[in-house]
């Protein structure tokens, strides 16, 4: 990443971050951590025909899911531009937004 690995801010970078600022961006680098690892799960249990191993890999896949959603909602929290962003309705309703997963579902074993 370009940004956040916590020596910015004495390090002279053009990258002043300290304080909430810095944390948020933790914050975020960690949710960038999180999805790819879910999506690694995913790729092994997809490439595994062992069905006790992909249970395992499908419960850690999902505990990697929880903490995309725990460190979503610590965004939400203390970054007031992203909470706005999330308090905005992206959909005019539920039933379209269903509709258009054309039936699909992901991440099950
Ligand atoms: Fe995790």
């Known amino acids: 990443m370009a940004y956040g690995n916590g020596s910015a801010a004495n ?4 990258y002043k ?3 909430l600022e810095q944390f948020l961006i933790w914050i975020r680098e960690d949710i960038a951590g999180e999805i790819d690892a879910t ?4 790729y092994h249990i997809d490439s595994i025909d062992i069905p006790e191993i992909k249970e395992i890999l499908a419960h ?3 505990e990697e899911k929880e903490h995309i959603a725990e460190l979503t909602h610590l ?5 007031p531009v992203q909470n706005q962003k999330f308090e905005e309705d992206h959909f005019e309703n539920e039933a379209s937004s269903k509709a258009s997963s054309g039936g699909f ?4 074993v």
């Open 60 to 62: 850690i896949r999902d």
């Open 11 to 14: 390090s002279g970078s053009k």
């Open 39 to 42: 999506d690694n799960y995913q």
């Open 17 to 19: 971050t300290e304080g």
């Open 105 to 108: 579902t992901v991440g099950n």
């Open 75 to 79: 965004l939400q929290r203390f970054d």
